[in-house]
């Protein structure tokens, strides 16, 4: 099966920070001006973010993560323009306002700024992170387990007495962390005020089936854990970060994280048109979750991140490189051309490429690399034949094309 993706848009639930009204729908969290502008040469300037940040509002996306504001004046002052503006702007047929995120180590210089930045928005979020596996503690932090908890607590509640409503707590390195500690800290930061619990394979280590199981278990065994939403953040050190934040949705996660054309921190993090484009086109698979991503905006989108981050997408690259629909060989051109479902699984239209070759383009194309230039009614006739041709033969070689044009009637 395949062909086209459902492209009319599910209506949005309503936004409430701890909980989703419909449990099918999978909040979609942009990182790409946050982990993306983490990737080594990927600066952007406080133009370029706000530029991209008004298109991923217009793509649909629920919450952007705008930056990271204690890292620089720079960074506060881009936080706050897309807080100021696209934080305020509603977007789409629904009249939608992206919620704006700041991201905050756990302490309150980095959480003044982060909320300083972001409580302009209409719908602004603190999203504070530390570290929970023992690694980390002992070698970065060089705090103990209680030493962490407490952080962590006092953090989220700090973040909350200055009036953020919508906090996102993040055990950094969760993937490697000990299971019973990490119940034990989202439990702590649940009751403090946490809404988004947020799940980063910090050093993209785990697998599939490991991330799921992950989520099931955290899902299973944290008290409170029903007042919020489960979130995923998966780096890509394997090549699998996309695998496993479907593998995170399918065990009860409502919220992924993911940066377009998959930027971010070495081998960057779970691409936004890879997760979404994969959720739409297997959505009965995955139990019926969507999002409400137009992914109409996606090519624009993949484009315009390339351009002002400078990194290239690669030709082969899922749903946005520049093959991701070309189709080379004889045999799955001559495929295309009887069906186009026989070779391709979306339509290139449904992410926002025009198709450059219907039946008969696609033709054209091929014979003026033969050298064949025929047009109009010419063309006509040798589509008509090359499809009486096509319905008798399986394949259909570049000799029988040049068989084709060999005909008197077609000689150059
Ligand atoms: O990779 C990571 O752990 C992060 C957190 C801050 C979410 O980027």
Wanted: glycine letters at 8%.
């Amino acid at each position: 099966s395949g062909g086209a993706l459902k492209c009319s848009l599910p209506s949005r639930p309503q936004y409430i920070p701890n909980h989703i009204p419909d449990p099918n729908y999978v909040r979609i969290f942009d990182t790409t001006l946050r982990d993306g502008e983490q990737s080594p040469g990927a600066t952007m300037t406080s133009n370029e973010k706000l530029v991209i940040a008004r298109h991923l509002s217009r793509l649909g996306v629920d919450i952007i993560e705008a930056g990271f504001p204690a890292s620089s004046p720079d960074d506060l002052d881009a936080v706050r323009s897309i807080a100021i503006e696209v934080g305020n702007q509603p977007v789409g047929e629904d009249g939608h306002v992206p919620v704006i995120c700041g991201l905050a180590r756990c302490n309150k210089k980095d959480i003044d700024a982060a909320w300083e930045a972001v409580r302009h928005a209409k719908k602004p979020r603190v999203h504070t992170f530390i570290a929970t596996s023992e690694i980390h503690m002992q070698h970065k932090l060089r705090k103990t387990r209680e030493e962490v908890v407490n952080i962590a607590r006092e953090m989220v509640a700090y973040a909350r007495s200055l009036g953020c409503q919508d906090i996102e707590f993040s055990p950094e390195d969760a993937g490697r962390s000990d299971r019973e500690f990490l119940y034990h800290v989202l439990e702590e930061v649940i009751k403090a005020g946490a809404t988004t619990l947020n799940i980063p394979d910090t050093v993209g280590y785990t697998l599939p089936s490991e991330f799921g199981k992950l989520i099931a278990d955290i899902k299973a065994n944290t008290p409170g854990i029903e007042n919020a939403i489960i979130s995923t953040h998966c780096q890509n050190d394997l090549g699998l970060a996309t695998a496993n934040t479907l593998a995170g949705a399918y065990a009860g996660a409502r919220q992924l994280e993911v940066t377009v054309n998959g930027i971010g921190e070495r081998a960057g993090n779970a691409s936004l048109e890879e997760v979404v484009v994969a959720m739409k086109c297997r959505q009965e698979l995955l139990g019926g979750l969507y999002t409400r991503i137009n992914t109409k905006h996606i090519v624009m989108a993949s484009k315009m991140v390339a351009e002002h981050t400078g990194l290239h997408v690669q030709p082969h690259k899922a749903i946005v490189g520049a093959n991701a629909f070309a189709h080379e060989s004889g045999i799955h051109q001559d495929g295309m051309l009887k069906h186009k479902g026989t070779y391709e699984i979306i339509s290139p239209e449904d992410i926002g490429l025009s198709r450059s070759s219907d039946g008969r383009h696609a033709l054209r194309s091929r014979l003026l690399e033969f050298g064949y230039d025929i047009g109009g009614k010419e063309l006509d006739d040798v589509f008509k034949r090359f499809k009486e041709v096509a319905e008798k033969k399986k394949r259909i070689s570049d000799e029988d094309l040049e068989a084709l044009m060999s005909d008197e009637i077609f000689q150059p």
